[in-house]
């Protein structure tokens, strides 16, 4: 439960900073600007991942070794 917290974490945290690494239609829904609507767009996209699907997208963004493949 503490990977999973973490990774969740990590996943919006990362994200909300840099929201041009969201899908192209997640990007749009994002919205430019509003700091609000960003979070929660990210959110939704984050809650709607299944558990494998959130570690390889944590790890495709913040592993440098699934970089180098």
């Not at 999973?4 to 192209?24: I, K, M, N, S």
């Not at 558990?51 to 592993?63: C, S, T, V």
């Amino acid at each position: 439960a503490r990977k999973a917290r973490r990774v969740v974490r990590e996943l919006f945290d990362g994200l909300h900073d840099q929201p041009d690494c969201l899908p192209p239609d997640w990007q749009v829904r994002a919205g430019a600007g509003d700091a609000a609507r960003c979070a929660e767009a990210i959110a939704d996209y984050i809650a709607g991942m299944t558990d494998r699907f959130a570690i390889e997208e944590h790890d495709r963004l913040f592993n440098l070794a699934s970089r180098a493949q």
